[in-house]
């Protein structure tokens, strides 16, 4: 579990010397550009604080074709809808990046005004130098899921719960100019921000929901202060910068070798939503997605109603195991494995590959006799990289 010296409390930064003022002139003509499910909820709250805002204008990627042959299907970007119930004017970006890096906004947005924001909240792209060169520095702001210098880049939710953290945050942080190689990520003045506990068992889905939630409750604060006063903003300390990198397939391949039990529980928490757990079965080479997952203690072999459990004695052994159920009426069971320093992780539903996902009781029965040495069947990691 990483510790590091974070700001503790939510603050606002004193004034910046190289701006005459920071204060806004008026409720601003927003421009906001979003994807997902945290830039709707941070839209929706800004939009219910209709004192800060003069207009808002939402930007997004344009619908995408997904699926292969006859199983195509169109998906559309979460704010999209949001946008179009409260309302609000849309406009795509265009679909590639060498578009998008000449593309510039309708009026207002057109001519620079210092009534004029950019707002962006998981929007997942560069804004380009184009556009952002129409607003003031002090007037391109972005909502991250993160105590900034911390977990700067794409992934920072997930990556503070795969890490074991027991608390993140969000901040508002100014947007720079980034280049070709991708340097100028999150690296701005921050605005503002509030720490966010992690509450145990916490998941991708309920962290995003509390920290756009909050991300939109922090950026009204802000904008009221700068329509209020003069507000200033913080440098961040780059001595101090963590990364979140981007989920790639590897990252949830289980090593079970070095994998605590801890670590197999955070890793799916973080990342199931996207990238559920991997592991293989070392006898057949088949690939297993490990779908409901929970860590325990130690196995409890005395209390299976059938028969004792078979000795787990390596990390990656695994058993069917009747006794840990999640009701008195669930006859499902659970898949035990042992993982890195003699923990444990019961799995509930597994897929392997080219095959549905099932129940523990029906993955394990389907398992062939000869993959099992001593009632024991025998997982690995997957070798390659992406």
Same mark, same amino acid.
């Given at each position: 579990?990483?510790?590091?010296?974070?700001?503790?409390?939510?603050?606002?930064?004193?004034?910046?010397?190289?701006?005459?003022?920071?204060?806004?002139?008026?409720? =601003? #003509?927003?421009?906001?550009?979003?994807?997902?499910?945290?830039?709707?909820?941070?839209?929706?709250?800004? #939009?219910?604080?209709?004192?800060?805002?003069?207009?808002?204008?939402?930007?997004?990627?344009?619908?995408?074709?997904?699926?292969?042959?006859?199983?195509?299907?169109?998906?559309? +970007?979460?704010?999209?809808?949001?946008?179009?119930?409260?309302?609000?004017?849309?406009?795509?970006?265009?679909?590639?990046?060498?578009?998008?890096?000449?593309?510039?906004?309708?009026?207002?947005?057109? &001519?620079?005004?210092?009534?004029?924001?950019?707002?962006?909240?998981? $929007?997942?792209?560069?804004?380009?130098?184009?556009?952002?060169?129409?607003?003031?520095?002090?007037?391109?702001?972005?909502?991250?899921?993160?105590?900034?210098?911390?977990?700067?880049?794409?992934?920072?939710?997930?990556?503070?719960?795969?890490?074991?953290?027991?608390? &993140?945050?969000?901040?508002?942080?100014? !947007?720079? #100019?980034?280049? %070709?190689?991708?340097?100028?990520?999150?690296?701005?003045?921050?605005?503002?921000?509030?720490?966010?506990?992690?509450? =145990?068992?916490?998941?991708?889905?309920? !962290?995003?929901?509390?920290?756009?939630?909050?991300?939109?409750?922090?950026?009204?604060?802000?904008?009221?202060?700068?329509?209020?006063?003069?507000?200033?903003?913080?440098?961040?300390?780059?001595?101090?910068?963590?990364? +979140?990198?981007?989920?790639?397939?590897?990252? +949830?391949?289980?090593?079970?070798?070095?994998?605590?039990?801890?670590?197999?529980?955070?890793?799916?928490?973080? $990342?199931?939503?996207?990238?559920?757990?991997?592991?293989?079965?070392?006898?057949?080479?088949?690939?297993?997605?490990?779908?409901?997952?929970?860590?325990?203690?130690?196995?409890?072999?005395?209390? &299976?109603?059938?028969?004792?459990?078979?000795?787990?004695? @390596?990390?990656?052994?695994?058993?069917?195991?009747?006794?840990? &159920?999640?009701?008195?009426?669930?006859?499902?069971?659970?898949?035990?494995?042992?993982?890195?320093?003699?923990? @444990?992780?019961?799995? @509930?539903?597994?897929?392997?590959?080219?095959?549905?996902?099932?129940?523990?009781?029906?993955?394990?029965?389907?398992?062939?006799?000869?993959?099992?040495?001593?009632?024991?069947?025998?997982?690995?990691?997957?070798?390659? #990289? %992406?």
């Amino acid at each position: 579990m990483l510790r590091r010296t974070r700001f503790r409390h939510y603050f606002w930064g004193v004034p910046a010397p190289c701006y005459s003022t920071n204060k806004l002139p008026q409720p =601003p #003509h927003v421009l906001f550009f979003g994807g997902d499910q945290f830039s709707c909820k941070t839209l929706q709250v800004l #939009h219910s604080a209709p004192d800060v805002w003069g207009t808002i204008s939402v930007v997004t990627s344009p619908d995408k074709v997904v699926g292969r042959r006859g199983r195509k299907e169109i998906l559309e +970007a979460p704010v999209k809808e949001v946008a179009k119930s409260l309302s609000l004017p849309l406009f795509f970006i265009p679909p590639s990046t060498v578009e998008f890096s000449t593309w510039q906004p309708q009026e207002p947005f057109a &001519t620079p005004s210092p009534a004029n924001i950019i707002l962006t909240a998981s $929007f997942g792209k560069a804004i380009p130098s184009s556009v952002l060169s129409l607003f003031e520095p002090a007037n391109r702001l972005n909502v991250h899921a993160s105590l900034l210098p911390l977990y700067r880049g794409a992934a920072p939710i997930q990556r503070a719960i795969a890490d074991g953290e027991q608390e &993140t945050g969000v901040s508002i942080v100014e !947007m720079t #100019h980034v280049s %070709d190689d991708g340097r100028g990520f999150d690296v701005g003045r921050v605005w503002g921000q509030v720490p966010v506990a992690i509450p =145990p068992g916490a998941n991708y889905e309920l !962290m995003e929901h509390t920290l756009a939630l909050q991300g939109g409750r922090l950026l009204v604060d802000l904008l009221r202060r700068r329509l209020a006063s003069d507000v200033g903003a913080m440098e961040q300390n780059d001595a101090q910068a963590t990364y +979140a990198y981007k989920i790639k397939l590897a990252t +949830a391949r289980i090593d079970w070798d070095t994998w605590t039990a801890d670590k197999v529980g955070w890793t799916h928490r973080a $990342f199931s939503h996207k990238r559920p757990l991997h592991t293989r079965i070392l006898k057949s080479g088949k690939r297993v997605a490990l779908l409901d997952v929970q860590s325990t203690t130690t196995p409890d072999s005395e209390s &299976t109603p059938h028969k004792r459990l078979p000795e787990l004695q @390596y990390p990656g052994d695994a058993s069917f195991d009747l006794s840990q &159920t999640r009701s008195s009426y669930d006859q499902r069971g659970s898949i035990l494995i042992r993982c890195a320093d003699a923990s @444990y992780v019961r799995v @509930y539903r597994l897929q392997t590959e080219n095959r549905d996902a099932v129940d523990a009781r029906a993955w394990w029965n389907g398992i062939r006799p000869e993959f099992l040495s001593d009632g024991v069947l025998k997982l690995g990691r997957i070798d390659g #990289h %992406d």
